[in-house]
T-cell receptor, first 117, second 112 residues
Framework: DTEVTQTPKHLVMGMTNKKSLKCEQH?????MYWYKQKAKKPPELMFV???????INESVPSRFSPECPNSSLLNLHLHALQPEDSALYLC????????????????FGDGTRLSIL | GNSVTQMEGPVTLSEEAFLTINCTYT??????LFWYVQYPGEGLQLLLK?????DKGSNKGFEATYRKETTSFHLEKGSVQVSDSAVYFC???????????FGTGTKLQVIP
């Protein structure tokens, strides 16, 4: 069982739909991440939130919109996606690499498998 | 920039065989090193970690030693099981940075 929970596990949507992916962690972590993973590839970083503020955006298209309502929740809002956006979307959390923490590992959820029709 | 190089897969082994998956890295300073495992249909799980030179990370029979002189972090297991079949990612995190650099992953298949 993972301590980072992602919902839904699977999502099929059309190119004109709006949907959201959700991620929740109760590990007391103050950094949360979104990754995109294509088949047989490593995860690619999309966004990083530290202390509920967006700290890194890896030049992700605006059709992906992240949101961090509080320290335990992370959302990814999707709108007007393209077929090439079909992938496994992973959420992760960790202690931020500051305030006395050395580089702590990230803990991943099981992901949302997204298919764009 | 930082980079991680893993041996190409897939690696196919018989049950109870010895496993080595090579990993070398390039980074400035003193990164933390990790091995993650991804089972089919799941996310990444942290397998083991090492934060400084000569540290040995271990978990579930897997081991890896942080070798600064050879910039390596090879994953080993003395006797693999069918349940170890998965994709293994070597990764590093540079001090003070939130980005993790992943290797390309190595698929391991263990046959009975």
């Amino acid at each position: 069982d993972t301590e980072v929970t992602q919902t839904p596990k699977h999502l099929v949507m059309g190119m004109t739909n709006k949907k959201s992916l959700k991620c929740e962690q109760h590990m007391g972590h103050r950094a949360m991440y979104w990754y995109k993973q294509k088949a047989k590839k490593p995860p690619e970083l999309m966004f990083v939130y530290s202390y509920e503020k967006l700290s890194i955006n890896e030049s992700v298209p605006s059709r992906f919109s992240p949101e961090c309502p509080n320290s335990s929740l992370l959302n990814l809002h999707l709108h007007a996606l393209q077929p090439e956006d079909s992938a496994l979307y992973l959420c992760a959390s960790s202690h931020p690499p500051d305030r006395g923490y050395s580089n702590q590992p990230q803990h991943f959820g099981d992901g949302t498998r997204l298919s764009i029709l | 920039g930082n980079s991680v190089t893993q041996m190409e897969g897939p690696v196919t082994l018989s049950e109870e065989a010895f496993l080595t998956i090579n990993c070398t890295y390039t980074a400035t300073g003193y990164p933390s090193l990790f091995w993650y495992v991804q089972y089919p249909g799941e996310g990444l799980q942290l397998l083991l970690k090492a934060t400084k030179a000569d540290d040995k990370g271990s978990n579930k029979g897997f081991e890896a030693t942080y070798r600064k002189e050879t910039t390596s972090f090879h994953l080993e297991k003395g006797s693999v099981q069918v349940s170890d079949s998965a994709v293994y990612f070597c990764a590093l995190s540079a001090w003070g940075y939130q980005k993790v650099t992943f290797g390309t992953g190595t698929k391991l298949q263990v046959i009975p």
